[in-house]
């Protein structure tokens, strides 16, 4: 993967009047799906994201499940900001997730060093949940448990593959596998505080935690006292949102 975003990146402009152009046109996604969202047009909002991914496919065919896997986080944040543009209530709001999405495009998805793709996968898995329990609560459990494995997996398999970690498919397995499982569990009693589901919740600070202990463990920077310090945190916010739960309602 990192493979194919350096080649990505040579065919990018490096300054000057193309650059201009370059961030010119990058910009043009946000807003157009901004006014998009406005005219209550998510359908075409929703084309053009997936539009501007065409590059996957042309190349041939044995390379696009790679091409699908480099730029699923990047799918996964663009189409989780149009979900909570369309769940926002103001147009303040919606103005302020389409400067994040041009943030996202200009700022965080170029970058192939090891701390901004840990970045993009951590954005990637917050945007990723918080969208999919949001725009899709409604839905069977099955596809909630289905999603929420994929969305798991994919953000794992972005995360592991910047440190060339051998086991990389294995550990993404798992995490996805994780995912669906907490979202099984905790969907026969969907609690949401204020616009974050119960599983997202725990699935983020779960998944926070253990990517930076691997992060710090793999820059020789994880001291016995942070390790411990880190898993305590952990354990404490799932204690307290289990216990202090109101588990007689389905929303909270």
């Not at 200009?106 to 990637?124: D, F, R, Y």
């Not at 997202?200 to 779960?206: R, T």
């Not at 793999?218 to 404490?236: C, E, G, P, Y």
Request: aromatic residues 14%.
């Amino acid at each position: 993967m990192r493979q194919l975003k350096l080649a990505a990146a040579k065919l990018k402009p490096a300054g000057g009047f193309a650059q201009i152009v370059h961030l010119g046109l990058v910009l043009l996604l946000p807003i157009a799906v901004f006014v998009f969202v406005r005219m209550h047009f998510v359908q075409l909002a929703l084309a053009i994201i997936l539009l501007s991914k065409w590059r996957m496919f042309a190349v041939r065919p044995r390379y696009w499940p790679a091409n699908l896997r480099a730029n699923a986080v990047d799918i996964i944040v663009g189409v989780s900001i149009l979900v909570l543009m369309v769940h926002s209530g103001t147009e303040t709001w919606q103005l302020i997730l389409a400067a994040l999405y041009a943030v996202w495009l200009i700022a965080i998805k170029p970058a192939t060093n090891t701390l901004m793709v840990s970045v993009q996968a951590m954005v990637g898995m917050l945007l990723g949940l918080l969208a999919l329990f949001l725009g899709w609560t409604s839905a069977p459990l099955y596809g909630l448990v289905v999603t929420a494995g994929i969305t798991c997996y994919l953000v794992a398999r972005h995360f592991f593959e910047s440190f060339d970690e051998g086991y990389s498919k294995l550990l993404a397995y798992l995490w996805g596998y994780f995912g669906a499982a907490l979202t099984w569990l905790l969907g026969h009693w969907l609690l949401v505080y204020g616009v974050v589901a119960q599983p997202a919740l725990l699935l983020l600070v779960i998944g926070y935690g253990l990517a930076a202990l691997y992060y710090l463990d793999h820059n020789d920077k994880l001291s016995t006292l942070l390790k411990r310090q880190f898993i305590f945190i952990m354990v404490a916010i799932v204690v307290v949102v289990l216990v202090f739960s109101n588990w007689g309602d389905k929303i909270v």
